[in-house]
C-alpha cells in the first residue's frame, strides 16, 4: 500500500506492506535504501524496494514499510546526512502508529544500513537491526565534501542550485555521523551485519570494523564472490528473513 511520511516539513513517498490474515502483525521492520548511484539515480531509488517488503511480509508475517529518503524517488527535499536520519526516524514514528505494530526494528542497504545503526544507537524503541554491505563511517564523503557535493548533484539526490545554505553544516555532519561509534551502543538488542566479499563499494573491512564495534555482541555474516547490491542476492535476503524470525521481543 503507497503511503506518505511527513519529515522535517518534507513529503517523503512510502510503501506499507502487510501479511495475509486477520490478525495484524504485532513486529514492524523499517526497510531503509542506499545512496542513489549513477546519473540521475536518485530518481529510481529505491524501485524495487516494496517487492522486497511484499516478500519479507509475506514470508515472516511482519508489517513491513519501506521509504524514499528526501531527495530520492519522488520525496522531496536535498540530501543532508542528518536530514535522513530524520527521515528514519519520522519513518518509525509512522510504523508505530500502524494498527497492531507495537515493536520495531530496522534493516538497511549500504547507508540506509549505517544510519539505522546510527538511528538505534540513540532510539531505545528499536529492537534490533540488520544491515547489508553497510559503511563503517563516511570519511571517504567527508575527505572533500565539494567533491561530495557535486556528485550528490550530479546523482540527483541534491537538486536545488542553492543547496545546502549552510555548506560547513552540511559537511560536518558526514563527518560526525559515525556508525562505528554508534554500533556499541545497540547490544544487547541483536545486530546482524551481512557483506559481500568481493564488494567494490564498501571494503569488507568496514563490516568488521563495525562487528569489532559492537563487542562481539553481533552476527557477522561474509557471503563469497558477492557485490555490493546484496539486496538482490537470495542469500542475504534469506539471511536476512531468517534473522527476523528469530526476533521474540516485543
Known sequence: MRCEIESSGFRLACALSRPAGPDPARRGLVLCHGFPAGPGGAR????????????????????????????????????????WLDDLRAAIDHLLLVEGVSG?????????????????????????????AAPADFAGWAADPEQFLDHARQVGVVRDPAFPADFASWARELAEIRPVAAAGKI????????????????????????????????????????????????????????????????
Open 44 to 83: 529510481t531509488s529505491a524501485q524495487t524496494y516494496p517487492e522486497l517488503a511484499d516478500r519479507l511480509a509475506a514470508d515472516t508475517g511482519w508489517t513491513v514499510l519501506t521509504f524514499n529518503f528526501r531527495g530520492t524517488g519522488t520525496s522531496e527535499g536535498d540530501f543532508s546526512l542528518g536530514g
Open 104 to 132: 520495531v526494528w530496522l534493516a538497511g542497504s549500504s547507508t540506509g544500513g549505517a544510519l539505522a545503526i546510527c538511528q538505534a544507537a540513540e532510539d531505545e524503541r528499536v529492537r534490533g537491526v540488520a544491515t547489508l
Open 187 to 250: 547490544p544487547p538488542r541483536p545486530l546482524l551485519i551481512v557483506h559481500g566479499a568481493d564488494d567494490e563499494t564498501v571494503p569488507l573491512d568496514d563490516a568488521r570494523i563495525l562487528a569489532d564495534a559492537a563487542q562481539d555482541e553481533v552476527e557477522l555474516r561474509v557471503l563469497g564472490e558477492a557485490g555490493h547490491r546484496l539486496r538482490h542476492d537470495p542469500r542475504a535476503v534469506a539471511l536476512l528473513i531468517g534473522w527476523m524470525e528469530r526476533q521474540t521481543a516485543l
